[in-house]
């Protein structure tokens, strides 16, 4: 008996890109560290939020937006961003800026493009 050989290099080729993932040190999705973990909701996390809010007026350093929070509108929502992605820059304030929602998301979509290639 032998495995259709589809199935086969299907899972040879997810291994492949697993691999590849951790040799990169990118994160497998499913496979990142909890936020916890990772620093967010800490309190040290909290009061650097409220320091960018602070120190970039409330305002979205892309489009000058005046970011809301707990708006129902997620665009306009505060979203505190690392200028240097997290993997290779430092949670230090000079590294976070603030965006609206709507930059913060179109900028994470563009990271993602530019880290599959
Ligand atoms: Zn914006």
């Known amino acids: 008996m032998r495995a259709a050989p589809t199935l086969c ?3 040879r080729a997810k291994k492949a890109v697993m691999r ?12 990142r560290e909890s936020a916890y ?3 967010y909701n800490s309190k040290s996390w909290d009061s650097k939020k409220k320091r960018v809010f602070a120190r970039d007026h409330g ?8 970011c809301v929070h707990g ?4 665009r ?11 993997p290779l820059g430092t949670d230090d304030i000079d590294n976070l800026q603030l965006l609206c929602g709507e930059c913060h998301g179109r900028k994470t979509r563009k990271e993602m ?3 599959a290639r």
């Open 20 to 31: 590849q993932n951790k040799a990169i040190g990118r994160s497998v999705p499913g496979s």
């Open 59 to 66: 305002m979205c350093r892309k489009c000058s937006r005046i």
């Open 113 to 115: 493009i530019e880290n």
């Open 9 to 11: 290099a299907l899972a």
């Open 37 to 39: 973990k990772r620093g």
């Open 76 to 86: 306009i929502r505060p979203h505190t961003d690392h200028i240097v992605p997290k």
């Open 71 to 74: 708006a129902n509108d997620n």
